[in-house]
C-alpha cells in the first residue's frame, strides 16, 4: 500500500482562509498508480489552496459554517471514523483521513487498489491504517520536547528528509520518525540540499565501494570453411557504493590488460555525470585498427544506494576460450556423434563449473546410448532427448577432451520431445556453459 499525500493544516480562524497548509508532500507516482486503479471514479488530488478550503469546510472549521448543511450536519451524518470525502469540482475526493489533534490538522489521502464506485468498505483498505499510522508518527515527533513555535517550525524543516527515509515513494517503512534523525544532516536543514528524484535517501556509516566485473564470450563455431565462425566478450561493471552525502562523486577508471583489446559497444548508467567521447564512439560495426581507443576508461558518476551496473561493453578477443568440434551421421533410428573441446591455451583452466548440453530435436525419446568419454562425465535426460557432458572445474593437462558414441531413439511422440524448425536431420548443435 501507499500514499498519494500528505498535509499539515492549521486552522487559523479570523484570517482570509482560516487556516494554512503548514506542510505537504505528494507522491507523483503513486498519483499515476490511483489514475489506473480508480479508472473512471478516480479524482486527482488539487493543490493545496482548494485542498485547504475543502478540508476545513468538511471539518467545520471555516468562518462562513454557521449556516446548516445536510450533506455535513445531518443527523444521519455522523463520521465514526476519521476518514472524510471532499468536495472539491463537484466530485467527491475520498478516502482522506484527518484528524484535529493540538491545534494542528493531520491529513493524508491513501491509494485504493481498486475501483471507488461503489466504495469498498474501510475494512478492505490497508492504506487506511497505514495513513493513520503515518499521521501519528508525525504527530508524535512534533509534540516531542516542543515549546516553541520556533521549536516547531524546526521540526516542520526536517519532515522533507525525514520522510524520504521514513517514506520513500509513498511507501510506509517506518512511522517512528525519531529512529531517522540520525541519518539526516542536521545543518543542512537551514540550507537543503535536493536529492534528485531517483534517489530515496542518504547513506550513513562507514564509507566502501564494491565493484565486480562479469564477462561472456558469446561464440559460434561452424567447422565450415563458407561459414565464418564468430565469438565476441560481452561485458557488465556492477558497483555499490555505500557513501555518506547527498551527491556523493566518485570516479572508476577501467584499465586494459597487456595485448588486451580495446572496449566497444559502450553503454553508461544514468547516473555517469561525464564521459570522454573517445568512449562512446568506439563500435564494434567500424573496423579495428591501430588508433582505436584502449582506456585508461574513466567513469565520474554519483551514484544511487542500490547495486546498479556502471556500464555494458563488448570487446573483441583473437581466439574463442573453447575451439569446438560436433559430427553426426545418421544411420536409421541412431546416431552417431563425435565430440572434441580443447581449451585455449591463453584462458585459466579454474571454472566454477563447464558442462555442455547436445540436445536432439524432432525425435523420439532416447532408448539406448554407447557412448566413450576421456574426461568427465555424462548424463543423459531420454524424454527431452538431451545429454548433459559435466566437465566440471577445469580440464585435464591435455587441455583436450573427447566424446563419442552411438544414441539410438524410440518411436517419435506428439507432445513430449522437443521439437526445433532449424535442428533438422544432421542440422545439430552443441552448448557449452560455464
Keep these: 500500500m501507499a500514499l498519494r499525500g500528505v498535509w499539515l493544516v492549521r ?43 475543502a478540508l476545513l469546510f468538511e471539518l467545520r472549521l471555516l468562518d462562513d459554517d454557521k449556516d446548516f448543511v445536510k450533506r455535513c450536519d445531518s443527523c444521519s451524518r455522523i463520521n465514526k471514523t476519521s476518514v472524510y470525502a471532499l468536495a472539491i469540482g463537484g466530485e467527491e475526493l475520498w478516502p482522506v483521513v484527518a484528524f484535529l489533534k493540538n491545534g494542528m490538522i493531520y491529513a493524508s489521502v491513501p491509494l485504493v487498489e481498486q475501483t471507488l464506485s461503489p466504495r469498498p468498505p474501510l475494512v478492505s483498505l490497508s492504506g487506511i491504517s497505514q495513513g ?48 531517522f534523525l540520525d541519518n539526516i544532516n542536521v545543518a543542512s536543514v537551514t540550507q537543503p540540499q535536493k536529492l534528485p528524484a531517483w534517489k530515496a535517501g542518504t547513506y550513513k556509516g562507514k564509507p566502501q565501494v564494491s565493484i565486480s566485473i562479469t564477462e561472456k564470450v558469446k561464440s559460434m ?17 556492477t558497483c555499490k557504493c555505500d557513501l555518506e552525502g547527498i551527491m556523493p562523486n566518485v570516479t572508476i577508471s577501467l584499465s586494459l590488460p597487456t595485448n588486451g583489446s580495446p572496449l566497444q559497444d559502450i553503454l553508461v548508467h544514468p547516473c555517469v555525470t561525464s564521459l570522454d567521447s573517445a568512449i562512446l564512439t568506439s563500435n564494434s560495426i567500424d573496423v579495428m585498427d591501430d588508433s582505436a581507443f584502449s582506456g585508461p576508461y574513466k567513469f565520474p558518476f554519483s551514484p544511487p544506494l542500490e547495486s546498479f551496473n556502471l556500464c555494458y561493453y563488448t570487446s573483441q578477443v583473437p581466439v574463442p576460450p573453447i575451439l569446438g568440434f560436433y559430427q553426426i551421421k545418421e544411420e536409421d533410428i541412431q546416431l552417431k556423434i563425435a565430440v ?45 532427448g538431451l545429454l548433459i557432458w559435466i566437465i566440471g572445474q577445469k580440464f585435464p593437462k591435455s587441455m583436450e577432451i573427447n566424446l563419442s558414441g552411438t544414441v539410438t531413439f524410440g518411436a517419435k511422440g506428439h507432445d513430449k520431445q522437443p521439437f526445433d524448425q532449424i535442428c533438422i536431420g544432421g542440422t545439430a548443435y552443441v552448448k557449452i556453459g560455464n
Design 132 to 179: 493513520l499510522q503515518l499521521l501519528f508518527g508525525i504527530q508524535d515527533f512534533l509534540s516531542l520536547g516542543q515549546k516553541s513555535d520556533s521549536e516547531l517550525n524546526t521540526k516542520l524543516s526536517q519532515l522533507p528528509d525525514l520522510l524520504l527515509q521514513a517514506c520513500p515513494f509513498g511507501t510506509l517503512l517506518d512511522a517512528n520518525l525519531q529512529n
Design 340 to 384: 572434441n573441446l580443447k581449451l585455449h591455451e591463453s584462458v585459466k583452466n579454474n571454472f566454477e563449473f563447464c558442462e555442455a548440453h547436445i540436445p536432439f530435436y524432432n525425435r523420439g525419446p532416447i532408448t539406448h546410448l554407447e557412448y566413450k568419454v576421456s574426461f568427465g562425465q555424462l548424463e543423459i535426460f531420454r524424454e527431452k
Design 221 to 237: 563455431q561452424y567447422d565450415k570453411q563458407d561459414v565464418a565462425d564468430t565469438w565476441q566478450v560481452v561485458g557488465a561493471v
Design 11 to 53: 486552522p487559523e480562524p479570523g484570517t482570509a482562509l482560516c487556516g494554512s497548509v503548514r506542510f505537504s508532500r505528494r507522491y507523483p507516482t503513486v498519483e499515476k498508480r490511483a489514475k489506473i486503479f480508480n479508472g473512471v471514479s478516480y479524482v486527482p488530488v488539487p493543490e493545496d489552496g482548494p485542498f485547504l478550503k
